[in-house]
């Protein structure tokens, strides 16, 4: 089982849902970069439960605790840790389904692999361990400053209700955590808090989509022809639960022009080189190439709903279920961090990656 992400930056998460605490070990950052401990709090209260009535009524505060790797608010080179302590688990939710396999979850995948799972919340299937991953990637996020590299994601569409304009140079990114959803466009961002508040009364859920944006990315960053930018990026967001879907640039939609209108034209532009469009989402060959890094990360229902629902027990009987607990009625708007994080992780990973492609 893979619990590890990254080759020159590489994090290890470990814990489950509803054990005593759950955590992530950050090799290969580099020594001496000053890190704000205040900014990754910051990152974890955005993706906490209980922020707002869209999400799941679990009280967890997640205060980071810093064990190893940082000294006197500077990188040392050395393995970072970071620890966040479960303290509002209620295993007893669970009780009814600890024979039971619940439609779309993990619980019969992970039994047939190991023969034993940990029906409490999931284990290590649950969302709950995507904490780590925030926690890791605002780290990686302050080490990309130095590049002046930013990270924007928002919701661009939850169930039926999408956002007409999401690409780079459209949106406002201040207004993405003035609203609930974190859909920049505050009409929009209404309609989806209302469809949200429906599913939840009616027992149902609902998917959506994420957008990114990834800024001021130096050209020449991707390994091909098998570690191609756009290839890892897209690993690092399916990696995320729920997430059912990854496109870059002009994504699918792409498949349905011509090449004239799709190839990017290059110009020079104040001594730099562009694209007068940008439909390959700033990847070529699977390299950057200096433009803007658009994608999109498209995310399941809740799987964990009121509703009763059919399905069988490990002794093979027909039941009827119904999912008891804490859950999101709609995980994107808390999955936005996330997915901002496992981008910082992967583009760290990158940036340090290139510096061993070059004789200096």
């Known amino acids: 089982m893979s619990n590890s992400w990254g080759k ?7 814990g489950e849902s509803h054990g005593t605490s759950i955590g992530v070990i950050i090799d290969g950052c580099p020594a001496g970069l000053r890190i704000d401990m205040e900014l990754v709090q910051k990152a974890l209260d955005r993706r906490r ?29 050395t393995p970072i840790h970071l620890k966040l302590k479960n303290r509002d688990a209620r295993s007893k939710d669970y009780e009814s389904i600890r024979q039971a396999y619940r439609p ?19 284990g290590r299937a649950s969302a709950r361990e995507t904490a780590c991953r925030v926690a890791a990637g605002a780290i990686a996020q302050q080490f990309l400053a130095h590049w002046d590299i930013e990270i924007h994601a928002f919701v661009s569409q939850i169930g039926s209700t999408k956002l007409d304009k ?21 009409k929009s961002s209404k309609a989806m808090e209302a469809a949200i508040h429906s599913a939840r009364e ?11 944006h990834i800024l001021n990315v130096p050209a020449g960053l991707g390994e091909p022809v098998y570690d191609k930018l756009h290839a890892r990026l897209g690993a690092a967001m399916l990696s995320i639960n729920a997430v059912k879907g990854f496109s870059y640039g002009s994504g699918f939609a792409g498949s349905e022009m011509r090449g004239s209108a799709h190839n990017d034209a290059f110009v020079m532009e104040e001594g730099k080189i562009g694209t007068t469009t940008n439909h390959s989402g700033g990847i070529q060959g699977g ?8 994608f999109h990360t498209a995310f399941k229902p809740v799987a964990s709903i009121g509703r009763k629902q059919a399905s069988v027990n490990e002794r093979g009987e ?11 009625p709609c ?4 999955a936005v961090p996330i997915v901002e994080a496992m981008a910082a992780l992967t583009i760290a990973d990158f940036l340090l990656l290139q510096q061993t492609q070059k004789v200096l």
């Open 104 to 122: 779309s979850h993990a619980d019969y995948s992970y039994e047939a692999k190991y023969g034993h799972r940990d029906y409490r919340g999931g």
């Open 8 to 14: 020159m930056w590489r994090i290890t998460t470990y």
């Open 331 to 334: 995980v994107v708007p808390r």
């Open 287 to 294: 390299i950057s190439n200096g433009m803007p890094i658009y």
């Open 166 to 186: 999401d690409q780079p140079g459209e949106v406002n990114y201040e207004e993405i955590e003035r609203q609930l959803t974190r859909c920049p466009d505050p």
């Open 202 to 212: 009616s027992k149902d859920s609902l998917g959506g989509q994420i957008c990114g």
């Open 318 to 328: 027909t039941i009827d279920l119904s999912i008891e607990g804490r859950h999101d």
């Open 49 to 77: 439960p209980g922020q707002s009535a869209l999400s799941s009524a679990r009280k967890e505060s997640d205060l980071v605790e810093l064990e190893s790797g940082i000294f006197e608010g500077v990188t040392t080179g």
